[in-house]
């Protein structure tokens, strides 16, 4: 006995707009692109919220008079802030 997965009277060709396999509809919508320019928006802010203090290291340093241990120190508390908050951060 042959089994079939697909019978043929349930086949048919995908139209226009249609992907062929799961018959998913190719347009976007507009608001799915705006979702996507949200998201990329807000992590260049977060990889630009984290090289800040890298890029004002030598600012700091010299304006409190830190030294390597003490700066390390405070990148050491702003990670584990950013990492306790970044569960929360999605909601």
């Known amino acids: ?45 977060n990889y630009l919220d ?4 890298a890029l004002w290291r ?3 340093a010299r304006e409190f008079h830190l030294s390597n241990v003490q700066y390390g120190l405070i990148l050491t508390a702003f990670s584990i802030a950013y990492a306790a908050g970044a569960p929360f951060a999605a909601c």
Do not use: D
């Not at 995908?14 to 705006?34: D, F, K, L, Q």
């Not at 984290?50 to 203090?53: F, G, I, P, W």
């Open 50 to 53: 984290r090289q800040t203090l």
């Open 58 to 60: 030598r600012w700091c």
């Open 1 to 45: 006995m042959k089994v079939e997965f697909f019978p043929k009277a349930k086949r048919r060709l995908a139209t226009a707009g249609e992907s062929g396999h799961h018959r998913v509809p190719v347009n976007a919508r507009p608001y799915c692109w705006a979702a996507l320019s949200i998201f990329v928006l807000s992590s260049a802010i």
